[in-house]
Nanobody, 124 residues
């Protein structure tokens, strides 16, 4: 049974950087594409960024493109979301997700497993 666990959230100031981690267990990590989504209060969950099963390609939502980077370390069974130039509008609960589709997707319904989320708050 796949389990995902996010960590690294917190309170930061606008312009700061933060790195989230997502630990994966229960199956072969390199069989899954990974992605990050986020949900702000009163808003729908949105796609942030994703990475292929082998790290061969990454893709991002328009709101974070150029500021956020998705990484993975298959030896450590961990995915990361490196966030830079943070803005108050980045405030949200961030979730990592795993998909059996090797290249992943921007669609929530194509992810089989989800973490519990970690709060990121960016003050102005």
């Amino acid at each position: 049974q796949v389990q995902l666990s996010e960590s690294g959230g917190g309170l930061v100031q606008a312009g700061d950087s933060l790195r989230l981690s997502c630990g994966f267990s229960g199956q072969k990590f390199n069989s899954y594409a990974m992605a990050w989504f986020r949900q702000a209060p009163g808003k729908e969950r949105e796609f942030v960024g994703g990475i292929w099963w082998n790290g061969g390609s990454t893709y991002y939502g328009q709101a974070v493109k150029g500021r956020f980077t998705v990484l993975r370390d298959n030896a450590k069974n961990t995915a990361y979301l490196q966030m830079t130039s943070l803005k108050p509008e980045d405030t949200a609960v961030y979730y990592c997700a795993a998909s059996k589709f090797p290249e992943g997707s921007r669609r929530e319904d194509e992810y089989d497993h989800w973490g519990q989320g970690t709060q990121v708050t960016v003050s102005s």
